[in-house]
């Protein structure tokens, strides 16, 4: 007998109260907040959907790690223990631990890139992007097409177009220093991508003689994608495929705060020594010695525990299937989302949801103000209040309008989401009376974070 119930593969061992609040507390807080939920106190939050990122609780083993963890400033046994576990999966030379991914991606960056340089990825994540046009250098994005369409089904959505790859590495030799390829494509919906694909990415590269990195975040979320939707791969272990991601490159940078199960922390690995020598010299100036590199010893020994917890069989399937089931919720009732459910988020797709809320009134984010004040819930725009204000200070719409539901590791259950689920189809009964927002002060940059808004 096969049963339907998602088993959350662990026993709650300490708890951390949420708070219900009122329909009129709510509304009291988001007017507080300038109806920007960057803005709230976590408290007066009772499903706290902002970002998978730092989030997820930590196991006990984990935290008997924690207590191991050596503070000697050179030379730590908790680095060593960290440089195993990282060299176990990734099989990189070098592991150089950094505060979190974006310092890793700065290290890197700075090693590498020079103004005018080209660095495709499949989709760069905003910190990716940001350090790399911080050096002069263009970001480029070279998604399949499927992965702009919402509604359209593939298994590996989050895919390299490795023609358009093969293009842009001909047509500009010796400008393309570096490659990328972001698992899973978090930008993209957190859509997986194929060993096929990140084989012949990795092909490529080396018939053109470019290094190859992966933006490993979410690289156990994909192992568990190719294990359960690539031919060849059903039979073998997540930690099997994930050594077999990583040795078709030839480094990765990390945010430990997704797949390495921890609060904070990441790292840089890679093969090429010379390399590595100067991304140490920069970590000693921006991060710390490279035996600690942005971390305590007590993360280093979490980071080790937590990036095997993230490949367990058990886990994966508890993780991948929470947001499939809010996903088949929100198909039966009719209410769009990105297709398939990505790893760490289902996305809502906002612009065919609220349709009678045109672009420029951010439906969105209007989105995101009714979760919040119906069901306490706390989502993140992925549309054109994040995307849609350019450099030179204009406006153009972004292709899509997303809402983030971004599951944290091991912390809400089945009944969660159940609740989850009510909110959603309650606002579905509702969501021909949902107004537009517009923005009524705003920053240059990231205006996201900070801007504030006003319902019309
Ligand atoms: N790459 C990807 C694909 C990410 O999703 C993130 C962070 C980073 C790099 C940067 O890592 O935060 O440790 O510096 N994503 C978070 C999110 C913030 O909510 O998706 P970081």
Same mark, same amino acid.
């Not at 702009?148 to 590495?169: C, I």
């Not at 020594?273 to 590595?276: E, I, M, N, P, S």
């Not at 209040?385 to 450099?391: E, I, L």
């Given at each position: 007998? &096969?049963?339907?119930?998602?088993? =959350?593969?662990?026993?709650? &061992?300490?708890? =951390?109260?949420?708070?219900?609040?009122?329909?009129?507390?709510?509304?009291?807080?988001?007017?507080?907040?300038?109806?920007?939920?960057?803005?709230?106190?976590?408290e007066d939050v009772l499903i706290d959907l902002l970002t998978d990122s730092g989030t997820g609780a930590m196991s006990v083993y984990q935290w008997a790690g924690m207590m191991r963890g050596d503070e000697s400033y050179a030379g730590a046994r908790s680095f060593h223990t960290f440089v195993k576990s990282v060299a176990g999966i990734t099989g990189f030379r070098h592991v150089i631990p950094t505060h979190q991914g974006r310092a890793a991606e700065h290290i890197l960056s700075s090693a590498m890139l020079q103004p005018g340089d080209i660095v495709p990825n499949n989709t760069h994540f905003d910190t990716t992007r940001a350090n790399i046009e911080h050096r002069g250098a263009v970001a480029l994005n070279l998604p399949i097409? =499927?992965?702009?369409?919402?509604?359209?089904?593939?298994?590996? &959505?989050?895919?390299?177009?490795? %023609?358009?790859?093969?293009? +842009?590495?001909?047509?500009?030799?010796?400008? %393309?220093?570096? %490659?990328?390829?972001?698992?899973?494509?978090?930008?993209?919906?957190g859509q997986p991508v194929s060993m096929e694909n990140i084989r012949r990415t990795s092909e490529l590269c080396r018939a053109h003689g470019v290094p190859f990195f992966i933006d490993a975040c979410r690289f156990a979320e994909n192992a568990w994608f190719i294990k359960t939707r690539e031919p060849g791969y059903a039979d073998k272990a997540? #930690? =099997?495929?994930?050594?077999?991601?990583? &040795?078709?490159?030839?480094?990765?940078?990390? /945010? $430990?705060?997704?797949?390495?199960?921890a609060n904070i922390g990441g790292f840089l690995a890679m093969n090429d020594?010379?390399?590595?020598v100067t991304c140490r010299n920069s970590l000693i100036l921006t991060e710390g010695f490279p035996t600690y590199g942005g971390l305590a010893g007590y993360d280093l020994e979490a980071i080790a525990v937590g990036l095997y917890e993230a490949l367990d069989p058990d886990y994966l399937q508890y993780r991948v299937r929470s947001v499939e089931y809010l996903a088949e919720k929100m198909l039966a009732a009719g209410i769009p989302t990105v297709r398939p459910a990505g790893g760490h988020a289902l996305y809502l797709d906002a612009r065919a949801w609220l349709s009678h809320i045109p672009q420029h009134q951010y439906p969105g984010w209007?989105?995101? +103000?009714?979760?919040?004040?119906?069901?306490?819930?706390?989502?993140?725009?992925?549309?054109? +209040?994040?995307?849609?204000?350019?450099?030179?200070? /204009?406006?153009?719409? $972004?292709?899509?309008?997303? +809402?983030? #539901?971004?599951?944290p590791r091991r912390v809400y259950t089945q009944s969660h989401m159940d609740y989850v689920a009510e909110v959603l189809l309650?606002?579905?009964?509702?969501?021909?009376?949902?107004?537009?927002?517009?923005?009524?002060?705003?920053? $240059? $940059?990231?205006?996201?974070?900070?801007?504030?808004?006003a319902l019309l």
């Open positions: 007998m &096969k049963f339907e119930t998602i088993i =959350e593969p662990f026993r709650i &061992k300490t708890v =951390e109260p949420i708070r219900q609040t009122t329909r009129e507390e709510r509304l009291s807080a988001i007017r507080g907040a300038h109806y920007n939920v960057f803005q709230l106190n976590a097409h =499927e992965g702009h369409q919402p509604q359209t089904l593939h298994p590996f &959505k989050g895919n390299m177009d490795v %023609v358009a790859l093969e293009r +842009v590495l001909r047509e500009n030799a010796g400008t %393309v220093p570096l %490659v990328m390829i972001t698992v899973t494509n978090n930008s993209e919906g997540p #930690l =099997e495929i994930a050594q077999e991601m990583f &040795k078709l490159a030839d480094g990765c940078t990390m /945010s $430990a705060k997704k797949d390495g199960m020594d010379a390399l590595a209007a989105l995101s +103000v009714a979760l919040y004040v119906e069901g306490g819930i706390r989502a993140c725009e992925i549309g054109s +209040v994040m995307f849609g204000r350019q450099p030179d200070g /204009s406006e153009r719409p $972004a292709d899509l309008e997303l +809402v983030r #539901l971004a599951f309650y606002l579905n009964t509702i969501s021909q009376d949902l107004r537009g927002v517009r923005i009524v002060e705003q920053p $240059a $940059a990231l205006r996201h974070f900070t801007a504030k808004f």
